[in-house]
């Protein structure tokens, strides 16, 4: 195996405890990697005036890949979120966020195994606020014909390379009649492409967010754009067991930058209870992403044989006494034990 050039970005808050705790699985995957250390967000914008400084883009651009842990955005001031920027400045436009139920961590909401595919690009994240009068402040939601149908193809290309059987668009046009009648009929139109092998459907989100908590097993892959997908999918999360279960990539044509789902939890940030299995998980995507499917595997397969059989190594959210460290260090022996190459399985 050779070297892969990775970025690493440790994030803020709980990133640097469950980043490195990802670093560390890799290595007992035998993934051979080269890091590249480079600064992002809260911590970024302290040291370099920039919550994402050029130098970090460059190398980013230069490796392709990136792993990165969640980064702190100041909530109504401040920077701009290296997050939104990142995602726009390296046109990372599919978000993929995978909720499978966890072994051994059974939840009143079975068996849940979903996957939500959210633009990443533009809708209200474009950023686009004036206050035109005060007390008075427009928010413009950009949506576009190419990028409805970028992330609509990406989605049916994801469920065909993953033996998926359905896409549900997600959407509220019956009243944004324009902006997300136009994301349902490109989604509806790219889906005549794959008629007779993968299934389409919709669902206002609303009644999508009913129906997650009811019949969570119906869903398949999701596809929603850039606001609903962010906000379904931490209600995604929160059916297998919280944020700290749930992984996710962005991707785009030439680079992809791998990371959780949660933020940088500034309640548990420093204390080393934070919970390792997402970002880990994210990491396993990462491999499978860099043409490892056997790392993939048994990251996976290391988690769950963790969450299965050594619940007292599990972080407090999961409802046990250990801590991100002595859960690091379980999942990397469970992942040395588990077969390599073909012998793996999910
Ligand atoms: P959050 O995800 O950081 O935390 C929400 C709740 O989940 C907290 O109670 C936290 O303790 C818990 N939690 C999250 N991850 C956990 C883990 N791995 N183990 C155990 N418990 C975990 O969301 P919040 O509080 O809304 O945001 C905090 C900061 O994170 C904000 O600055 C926000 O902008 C940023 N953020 C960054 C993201 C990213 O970089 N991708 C994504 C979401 C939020």
Redesign the pocket.
């Known amino acids: 195996m050779s070297a892969h050039r990775v970025v690493f970005l440790a ?5 640097p405890e ?1 980043a490195g705790a990802a670093r560390e699985v890799l290595a007992a995957a035998n993934m051979e990697i080269d890091w590249v250390d480079m600064d992002l ?2 911590g970024a914008f302290e040291k370099h005036g920039d919550a994402l400084p050029p130098q970090t883009l460059e190398a980013i651009k230069d490796c392709s890949v990136a792993l ?8 109504g001031t401040g920077h701009v ?3 939104v920027r990142l995602r726009k400045e390296l046109e990372l436009f599919a978000n993929v966020r995978p909720v499978k139920t966890v072994p051994g961590l059974e939840t009143p909401y079975g068996a849940v195994d979903m996957v939500i595919i959210r633009e990443n690009t533009e809708s209200l994240y474009a950023g686009l606020e004036n206050e035109v009068a005060p007390g008075v402040v427009t928010s413009i939601k950009v949506i576009t014909d190419r990028a409805c149908r970028r992330i609509s193809r990406f989605a049916f290309e994801y469920a065909r390379q993953w033996g998926r059987g359905e896409v549900t668009a997600v959407h509220k046009a019956n009243i944004m009649k324009l902006a997300d009648g136009l994301f349902l009929n490109c989604a509806r139109d790219v889906s005549g492409d794959y008629e007779g092998s993968i299934a389409f459907s919709d669902v206002l989100v609303d009644a999508l967010c009913m129906h997650m908590v009811t019949t969570p097993e119906k869903f398949d892959v999701l596809l929603l754009e850039n606001l609903y997908g962010d906000i379904v999918s ?1 209600l995604a999360a929160g059916l297998i067991g ?3 279960l749930a992984p ?1 990539g962005n991707y785009g044509e030439n680079c992809a930058v791998f ?10 940030a420093g204390q080393g ?7 880990i998980l994210s990491a396993a995507m990462m491999c499978h992403h860099l043409g490892h499917p056997d790392a993939y595997k048994r990251i996976r397969r290391g988690v769950a044989a963790v969450t299965r059989e050594n619940k007292t190594a599990l ?3 999961l409802g046990g006494s250990g801590t991100t460290e002595s859960l690091t260090k379980a999942i990397m022996a469970a992942v040395e034990a588990q077969p390599a190459g073909a012998a793996a399985g999910e």
């Open positions: 994030g803020d808050g709980i990133g469950v967000g809260l990165k842990g969640p980064t702190t955005t100041p909530i979120s290296a997050n931490d919280g944020l700290g996710g990371e959780a789902i949660h933020g940088t939890a500034p309640d548990i209870v934070a919970n390792p299995i997402a970002m972080t407090p959210d």
